[in-house]
Antibody
Framework: EVQLVESGGSLVQPGGSLKLSCVASGFTFSNYWMDWVRQTPGKSLEWIGEINTDGSKTNYAPSIKDRFTISRDNAKSTLYLQMSNVKSDDTAIYYC????????????WGQGVMVTVSS | DIQMTQSPASLSASLGETVTIECRASEDIYNGLAWYQQKPGKSPQLLIYNANSLHTGVPSRFSGSGSGTQYSLKINSLQSEDVASYFCQQYYDYPWTFGGGTKLELK
């Protein structure tokens, strides 16, 4: 059974930093691109970015480029999202997702982790 | 960015009814479209990919259709467990983008 378990969410002050983790199980993690998607309190979904199988290539949404960094450790089957210079608009539930091998849709999602940016 | 416009934003239907949700892209996305279901308090789950292919384990009462810029999700014989929000997503061009969602309730 595919499982994605996020952790690391918390309350963080504007301008601060936070690192989210996602531990994967039930599939060969190193064979899949992985993505982060967030859902704002208004309930809309926003793609954040993705990383390829060996971690050598990433793509990001223009709205977060240069503030967030996606990385992975295939030996630990873990995906990361490093968030820097966070803003109140970054308040959201953050989901780790597995991406289909050839297409950019998300075939499995984690349970999500809450990040609140507030002073 | 490709804009995805979903309609309606909310929908109320009776058990056994057929429901259709629409998604319009701001440009041709060549069937690069997925539909997700999100039940209250849960994460989204994949229903349909490539506009009309059913994901593993999804009941056959769900179906997707469309082409070009216009796509739809149909739910036949609505069940109580279908109460959820539904989102479309395009993956034809970066950045991947989602529709605003449709909240489906029972009448």
């Amino acid at each position: 059974e595919v499982q994605l378990v996020e952790s690391g969410g918390s309350l963080v002050q504007p301008g601060g930093s936070l690192k989210l983790s996602c531990v994967a199980s039930g599939f060969t993690f190193s064979n899949y691109w992985m993505d982060w998607v967030r859902q704002t309190p208004g309930k809309s979904l926003e793609w954040i970015g993705e990383i390829n199988t060996d971690g050598s290539k990433t793509n990001y949404a223009p709205s977060i480029k240069d503030r967030f960094t996606i990385s992975r450790d295939n030996a630990k089957s873990t995906l990361y999202l490093q968030m820097s210079n966070v803003k109140s608009d970054d308040t959201a539930i953050y989901y780790c997702t597995r991406t289909h091998t050839y297409y950019g849709y998300f075939d499995y999602w984690g349970q999500g982790v809450m990040v609140t940016v507030s002073s | 960015d490709i804009q995805m416009t979903q309609s309606p934003a909310s929908l109320s239907a009776s058990l056994g009814e057929t429901v259709t949700i629409e998604c319009r892209a701001s440009e041709d996305i060549y069937n690069g479209l997925a539909w997700y279901q999100q039940k209250p308090g849960k994460s989204p789950q994949l229903l349909i990919y490539n506009a009309n292919s059913l994901h593993t384990g999804v009941p056959s009462r769900f179906s997707g259709s469309g082409s070009g810029t216009q796509y739809s999700l149909k739910i036949n014989s609505l069940q109580s467990e279908d109460v959820a929000s539904y989102f479309c997503q395009q993956y034809y061009d970066y950045p991947w983008t989602f529709g605003g969602g449709t909240k489906l309730e029972l009448k």
